[in-house]
T-cell receptor, first 115, second 115 residues
């Protein structure tokens, strides 16, 4: 039962470097999400994708881009990393419908440090 | 204004005792859902319990129950018979409306269970 898989688990970048965080889910969910978690801030939504081919900005989208590659995969790209992007990044997916209760299931997270 | 408020940054509870974690929410929607997630020190986000705004009975899942008071806009999590493994961060979250609207999270409460 893989669920939501995120890679990598840890990453250290230098300011200005770029990288892509990968996320894949095997639950046939339509909706996928990217959050960041900072100390004392809870989880804040960066971008989400309601379905394949659509993406929308969340609360904190600046400095990020996303791609919904197919139904399974939703990637998050940092084009020019900044120290303020040091955080833990979570990907989540959700089934939609009354029986599913719209519960979001999370990956294990990616811990990113930007020096 | 914050959509989700968790007023207890940290709490302690004796093993085998019950504990209540507070959550208040703010929405003008009639249809919404309330969620609780657990985040242990390992970092993953674990779904615990869900309450829909139209649910007439309080949700229960094993040792977890949700004390839903709609008029007060509160959705407190009750953990009965606390165990050492319950030590973790707990997040309350809300989905407004239906469909693909993302979750909004509170800042969390750190629960420590003492032997």
């Amino acid at each position: 039962n893989a669920g939501v898989t995120q890679t990598p688990k840890f990453q250290v970048l230098k300011t200005g470097q770029s990288m892509t965080l990968q996320c894949a889910q095997d639950m046939n969910h339509n909706s996928m999400y990217w959050y960041r978690q900072d100390p004392g801030m809870g989880l804040r939504l960066i971008y989400y994708s309601a379905s394949e081919g659509t993406t929308d900005k969340g609360e904190v989208p600046n400095g990020y881009n996303v791609s919904r590659l197919n139904k399974r995969e939703f990637s998050l790209r940092l084009e020019s990393a900044a120290p303020s992007q040091t955080s833990v990044y979570f990907c989540a997916s959700r089934a939609v419908g009354a029986r599913a209760k719209n519960i979001q299931y999370f990956g294990a997270g990616t811990r990113l440090s930007v020096l | 204004a914050q959509k989700i408020t968790q007023t207890q940054p940290g709490m302690f509870v004796q093993e085998k005792e019950a504990v209540t974690l507070d959550c208040t929410y703010d929405t003008s929607d009639q249809s919404y859902g309330l969620f609780w997630y657990k985040q242990p020190s390992s970092g993953e986000m674990i779904f615990l319990i869900y309450q829909g705004s139209y649910d007439e009975q309080n949700a229960t899942e094993g040792r977890y129950s949700l004390n839903f008071q709609k008029a007060r806009k509160s959705a407190n999590l009750v953990i009965s018979a606390s165990q050492l493994g319950d030590s973790a961060m707990y997040f309350c979250a809300m989905r407004e409306g239906w469909g693909n609207t993302p979750l909004v999270f509170g800042k969390g409460t750190r629960l420590s269970v003492i032997a």
